[in-house]
C-alpha cells in the first residue's frame, strides 16, 4: 500500500499533537495505575549527524528505492520530534530524545540494520543511553 502522503508542515505538526496528546493519555493512564511513564524518541539512519559509510550507503538505498522513505524524511521526521517535544514539555511528559543524544550521533561505529532498526551494537549503546538518562 502507499504511505500517507504528509507534505506540509501544517501536516507534520497536526500529526504530532495528535502523537503528543496520546502520551499524555498513557502517561494520565500510567500514573492512575501508579507507575511512571518515559517515552522515547526513536532515532533514523538518516538523522545520525555522523554517519558510517554502510549508513550512508543504506540511507541512500532506502532513499531511491522506496517511496515512502524520501531524502526529506528526515528533516519532516526532526520537524515532528520537534513539535513532540514541545507539547510534552508543556504537558510535563517526560521523553528522551536519543536521535538528538550528542554520544549517540558521535559513535563510529555502524549503528543500524535498516533506516530505523538498530544493529547488535546500536541496540547495546541504546541501553547504556537508556539507563544514563531515564531517571524513573
Keep these: 500500500h502507499d504511505a500517507l502522503p504528509i507534505d506540509s508542515r501544517e501536516d507534520i505538526l497536526y500529526f ?8 499524555l493519555k498513557m502517561k494520565l493512564f500510567a500514573e492512575s495505575r501508579g507507575a511512571k511513564f518515559f517515552a522515547v524518541i526513536q532515532p533514523e539512519v538518516g538523522g545520525r ?19 515512502d522513505v524520501t531524502p526529506e524524511f528526515s528533516t519532516k521526521y526532526r520537524i515532528f520530534v ?17 536521535s538528538s543524544d550528542p554520544e549517540f550521533n558521535g559513535y563510529s561505529e555502524i549503528l ?12 547495546e549503546l541504546a541501553a547504556k543511553l537508556l539507563i544514563k538518562n531515564v531517571k524513573l
Excluded at 504530532?16 to 502520551?23: G, H, S, T
Design 82 to 98: 520537534k513539535e513532540v517535544l514541545r507539547i510534552a514539555k508543556n504537558d510535563r511528559v517526560e521523553i528522551y530524545d536519543m
Design 112 to 123: 543500524f540494520y535498516d533506516q530505523v532498526h538498530l544493529n547488535q551494537i546500536g541496540v
Design 16 to 23: 504530532a499533537k495528535i502523537y503528543a496528546k496520546n502520551l
Design 49 to 67: 549527524v555522523q554517519k558510517t559509510s554502510f549508513e550512508k550507503a543504506l540511507y541512500d538505498q532506502y532513499t531511491s528505492n522506496r517511496s
